[in-house]
């Protein structure tokens, strides 16, 4: 059965939050609030009913905790059963927030028939179902206990994406007048994001940008190699992910409550539902989709990081990083969703074929390789169409959303983003640093193809070539590709060429060449014989016709007569003394 859509609600112009139009939530359905930072948990936690509020990460209850002390529970963890039986004698309304992995275990110390129910950003439980199966599980099984409930998000999954268990819901939609417009500036690296971000924080840390960099990224590994990368440390840098992730990233994990760093490196866990407050915050979305699990989709994480940092003066611009994946295939969506159709008969199989097999058999097994939709509960495998789901959606977002430019154009403006033109775009402080290449030839020979290009992402990795090799440009304009390949990409005989074509007299021109020879050094020997072979390939270079003596040194320096015996033999030369 597919969502039904139930009337809707009208938001007049001029509203903030949902609590000025709404008493309470609606009831047994999914309600799309239509837009982040509407209110919409607030109006369960300030109404004169229990409530539960069921919620991905931790953050989001510790953020909810401290801005209504004393009012709401937070429940998660090893949570003290005490604690919970104080609360529930001593307030009215009650306020529970949880997690979703604790609900089971909350609902064993309440009556969930005495409260309503509310499922904080719900999309999570699609987009998070391949990594925290048992969480999810955890919610869909239990939320018909409640006496009300609603599935609340600020974005709202495709019908093809939503679970099997809530298919039936009906969807409630907040219709606002006065959504804003944000802009996406969206740079792709094909080789990944790491240089390009490093290079990012390393300008924002010598003020060469302005502001505050939010960097969003559904990786821990990716922000310690950051952390590594940069020499951060806690006097410029916040780092805030899960409780559950143990990883050492060489930070202290920070909360959304602790004072903005010029560097904020973020997870998922701050993604959904946290406030963050900082009026010189820039957002900027990495996703180093490598890993299925970074994707970061336009239709969901997107909106919600959009509208995070509540007060910042940035807030119409966010800038995109992202990368392909293993789903880059040469096959349309329909290709795909027809060879998922052979996964899903295979799994249809397997399934039939084990839970066939006696009890020992199957103690025996361990796992089942969920590639063909199988999972295992328990000693019996059961076919998931919830994992056909995550499988598809993934192809989706990455075949959709990051293969193909005018794909990526095409994708944000379906879900209410702005892209920008180039003419007027303002994220100028990304330079793609990733696909250049590790050599001079290899940056040359990758940014020769797409130099004059008005594609951004062209445009984007020919500026990180411009940076790291700063005389590049004035190479490319004098001496073209092609005279930059006859030097055999020798960076010091490439110097030297653009001293002698450059618009500098003789004279001065022999003065900077000369300095590139690392043999002619005040106070240091130099015989005579090598100061004539240095400077006939001067000559030669700026076509001066005219033989070289050891005396024509004294141009530029002075020199002191000196002979000095090398390897045996007396030899006369000079030391320059200094400068003229």
Same mark, same amino acid.
């Given at each position: 059965?597919?969502?039904?859509?139930?009337?809707?609600?009208?938001?007049?112009?001029? #509203?903030?939050?949902?609590?000025? =139009?709404?008493?309470?939530?609606?009831?047994?359905?999914?309600?799309?609030?239509?837009?982040?930072?509407?209110?919409?948990?607030?109006?369960?936690?300030? /109404?004169?009913?229990? %409530?539960?509020?069921?919620?991905?990460?931790?953050?989001?209850?510790?953020?909810?905790?401290?801005?209504?002390?004393?009012?709401?529970?937070?429940?998660?963890?090893?949570?003290?059963?005490?604690?919970?039986?104080?609360?529930?004698?001593?307030?009215?309304?009650?306020?529970?927030?949880?997690?979703?992995?604790?609900?089971?275990?909350?609902?064993?110390?309440?009556?969930?028939?005495?409260?309503?129910?509310?499922? *904080?950003? %719900?999309?999570?439980?699609? #987009?998070?179902?391949?990594?925290?199966?048992?969480?999810?599980?955890?919610?869909?099984?239990?939320?018909?206990?409640?006496?009300?409930?609603?599935?609340?998000?600020?974005?709202? @999954?495709?019908?093809?994406?939503?679970?099997?268990?809530?298919?039936?819901?009906?969807?409630?939609?907040?219709?606002?007048?006065? =959504?804003?417009?944000?802009?996406?500036?969206?740079? $792709? !690296?094909?080789?990944?994001?790491?240089?390009?971000?490093?290079?990012?924080?390393?300008?924002?840390?010598?003020?060469?940008?302005?502001?505050?960099?939010?960097?969003?990224?559904?990786?821990?590994?990716?922000?310690?190699? @950051?952390?590594?990368?940069?020499?951060?440390?806690?006097?410029?840098?916040?780092?805030?992910?899960? $409780?559950?992730?143990?990883?050492?990233?060489?930070?202290?994990?920070?909360?959304?409550?602790?004072?903005?760093?010029?560097?904020?490196?973020?997870?998922?866990?701050?993604?959904?539902?946290?406030?963050?407050?900082?009026?010189?915050?820039?957002?900027?979305?990495?996703?180093?989709?490598?890993?299925?699990?970074?994707?970061?989709?336009?239709?969901?994480?997107?909106?919600?990081?959009?509208?995070?940092?509540?007060?910042?003066?940035?807030?119409?611009?966010?800038?995109?990083?992202? #990368?392909?994946?293993?789903?880059?295939?040469?096959?349309?969506?329909?290709?795909?969703?027809?060879?998922?159709?052979?996964?899903?008969?295979?799994?249809?199989?397997?399934?039939?074929?084990?839970?066939?097999?006696?009890?020992?058999?199957?103690?025996?097994?361990?796992?089942?390789?969920?590639?063909?939709?199988?999972?295992?509960?328990? *000693?019996?495998?059961?076919?998931?169409? /919830?994992?056909?789901?995550?499988?598809?959606?993934?192809?989706?977002? #990455?075949? !959709?959303?990051?293969?193909?430019?005018?794909?990526?154009?095409?994708?944000?403006?379906? %879900?209410?983003?702005?892209?920008?033109?180039?003419?007027?775009?303002?994220?100028?402080?990304?330079?793609? @640093?990733?696909?250049?290449?590790?050599?001079? +030839?290899?940056?040359? &020979?990758?940014?020769?193809?797409?130099?004059?290009?008005?594609?951004?992402?062209?445009?984007?990795?020919?500026?990180?070539? @411009?940076?790291?090799?700063?005389?590049?440009?004035?190479?490319?304009?004098?001496?073209?590709?092609?005279?930059?390949?006859?030097?055999?990409?020798?960076?010091?005989?490439?110097?030297?060429?653009?001293?002698?074509?450059?618009?500098?007299?003789?004279?001065?021109?022999?003065?900077?060449?000369? &300095?590139?020879?690392?043999?002619?050094?005040?106070?240091?020997?130099?015989?005579?014989?090598?100061?004539?072979?240095?400077?006939?390939?001067?000559?030669? +270079?700026?076509?001066?016709?005219? =033989?070289?003596?050891?005396?024509?040194?004294?141009?530029?320096?002075?020199?002191?007569?000196?002979? $000095?015996?090398?390897?045996?033999?007396?030899?006369?030369?000079?030391?320059?003394?200094?400068?003229?």
């Amino acid at each position: 059965m597919k969502n039904e859509t139930k009337s809707n609600i009208q938001i007049p112009s001029g #509203t903030h939050y949902l609590g000025e =139009v709404l008493n309470d939530l609606p009831k047994n359905c999914i309600f799309w609030k239509g837009k982040v930072g509407a209110g919409g948990t607030e109006i369960s936690l300030r /109404n004169n009913k229990n %409530y539960v509020i069921a919620v991905p990460f931790t953050a989001m209850i510790d953020n909810k905790v401290n801005q209504h002390e004393g009012r709401v529970l937070g429940v998660y963890g090893t949570f003290d059963i005490k604690e919970i039986n104080k609360y529930l004698e001593s307030h009215n309304p009650k306020k529970i927030m949880v997690t979703y992995d604790s609900l089971p275990k909350l609902i064993k110390l309440i009556d969930p028939e005495e409260y309503n129910l509310l499922v *904080d950003e %719900y999309h999570l439980l699609f #987009t998070q179902y391949s990594f925290r199966r048992n969480a999810v599980r955890g919610v869909l099984e239990n939320y018909t206990k409640f006496s009300e409930y609603c599935f609340m998000t600020a974005t709202l @999954l495709d019908p093809e994406f939503v679970l099997d268990e809530l298919k039936h819901l009906p969807v409630v939609t907040a219709e606002w007048e006065n =959504v804003r417009e944000v802009t996406v500036n969206s740079f $792709k !690296c094909k080789n990944g994001v790491i240089k390009s971000v490093a290079d990012l924080i390393i300008r924002f840390l010598n003020d060469e940008i302005e502001g505050n960099a939010y960097i969003f990224v559904n990786s821990v590994e990716f922000i310690k190699e @950051l952390v590594s990368l940069c020499n951060l440390d806690e006097t410029n840098t916040r780092a805030i992910w899960s $409780k559950s992730n143990k990883t050492d990233v060489g930070l202290s994990r920070s909360t959304a409550s602790d004072e903005p760093k010029k560097i904020n490196l973020l997870t998922s866990c701050v993604f959904e539902g946290c406030d963050i407050y900082d009026e010189n915050g820039k957002i900027f979305i990495v996703s180093d989709s490598k890993k299925s699990h970074t994707l970061v989709d336009i239709s969901t994480s997107f909106q919600q990081i959009a509208g995070r940092i509540r007060n910042t003066k940035y807030w119409n611009q966010i800038t995109h990083l992202y #990368t392909t994946t293993r789903y880059d295939v040469d096959i349309s969506y329909d290709e795909f969703k027809e060879l998922s159709e052979v996964g899903i008969e295979k799994a249809h199989r397997i399934v039939s074929q084990y839970n066939g097999l006696d009890e020992e058999a199957r103690k025996g097994i361990k796992e089942v390789a969920n590639e063909y939709y199988v999972d295992k509960v328990e *000693d019996y495998f059961i076919f998931d169409p /919830n994992l056909v789901r995550i499988d598809l959606f993934n192809f989706k977002v #990455t075949k !959709c959303l990051y293969k193909l430019r005018i794909n990526v154009q095409e994708e944000y403006l379906q %879900y209410g983003f702005k892209v920008v033109p180039y003419e007027y775009n303002v994220a100028n402080e990304v330079r793609n @640093l990733d696909d250049i290449g590790e050599s001079f +030839e290899e940056t040359v &020979k990758a940014i020769e193809p797409i130099y004059d290009s008005t594609d951004i992402a062209d445009i984007q990795m020919v500026k990180g070539a @411009l940076s790291k090799y700063p005389f590049l440009l004035e190479a490319i304009e004098k001496l073209g590709f092609s005279g930059i390949e006859k030097e055999k990409y020798n960076l010091t005989n490439i110097k030297r060429k653009l001293i002698a074509v450059g618009s500098d007299r003789d004279k001065e021109k022999i003065r900077k060449l000369l &300095k590139s020879y690392y043999e002619v050094e005040v106070g240091v020997f130099i015989s005579a014989k090598r100061v004539k072979e240095i400077l006939n390939s001067i000559y030669r +270079e700026l076509n001066i016709k005219k =033989v070289a003596k050891g005396s024509d040194l004294q141009e530029f320096y002075e020199l002191q007569d000196k002979s $000095k015996r090398v390897q045996g033999v007396v030899t006369q030369g000079y030391i320059p003394i200094r400068v003229k």
